[in-house]
């Protein structure tokens, strides 16, 4: 850059000085001109739109880590996917262990719902039901010669794993238990492949009396399920 001085009209070359080095007095040299504006002009459009270039690849790029970290919405987010894994994770457990679970197995627990419900029916009527009654009278008021009948004790009377019905047949004397058993895989009663019940199934207790409820008011009660 080169200018005189409005003074002395010394030549100063270079960066302009607040005063001139010649005669000392302070000068006000104008500011100098871009010699082309319309190239200024230019120059400062394509710098906004190189930035904007840069803005939109970084919004359409991936987003930071430390963004995640601000928004409470990624907390929310990640909760409620580890909620839904952990509800499938048990739900297939327990599907695994049911389907673990043999069918002789499957149907003595069967037969413990029943006798348990036997017993829950001899402690309101007094007896267990009948021959002519048989299960039945679980699910179905026998009529007036059980008045104090206060079933229904299960929801359903399904047969066994192997579609057969469970045999029932009362007591043969005075506080005994009644006959209760599945027939088996061979379908054929009184061979070595029937199965029963505990004996203290027949036994609920007392504990039940006071929150009884009949099966069709439960939500979950003793529903058999093969």
């Not at 679970?101 to 069967?110: C, D, F, G, S």
């Not at 004790?153 to 007591?171: A, C, E, G, Q, R």
Request: a positive charge; glycine letters at 8%; hydrophobic letters at 35%.
């Amino acid at each position: 850059m080169c200018y005189r001085c409005p003074y002395c009209k010394t030549k100063i070359e270079g960066e302009p000085q607040p005063a001139c080095p010649a005669c000392g007095k302070t000068m006000v040299v104008p500011k100098m001109r871009d010699p082309n504006p319309r190239i200024a002009r230019y120059r400062k459009i394509d710098t906004i739109w190189r930035e904007a270039e840069q803005k939109k690849a970084e919004l359409q790029g991936p987003v930071p880590p430390s963004m995640f970290a601000k928004n409470p919405r990624f907390y929310f987010v990640v909760i409620l996917i580890l909620l839904v894994v952990g509800i499938l994770l048990i739900s297939g457990t327990d599907k695994a262990v049911e389907g673990k679970r043999n069918p002789e197995q499957r149907t003595i627990k069967n037969l413990e719902v029943l006798a348990e419900a036997l017993g829950r029916y001899r402690f309101h009527t007094g007896a267990f039901p009948t021959t002519e009654q048989s299960l039945a009278a679980l699910v179905r008021d026998p009529g007036a010669h059980v008045p104090d009948w206060n079933g229904p004790y299960i929801s359903h009377l399904p047969k066994d794993f192997w579609d057969t019905p469970y045999v029932y047949k009362p007591p043969t004397e005075e506080g005994g238990l009644p006959t209760l058993f599945s027939c088996g895989p061979d379908r054929l009663p009184g061979t070595p492949d029937d199965l029963k019940p505990d004996p203290t199934a027949f036994d609920p207790g007392t504990d039940w009396t006071n929150g009884w409820l009949r099966a069709e008011e439960r939500w979950t009660g003793p529903r058999i399920m093969n």
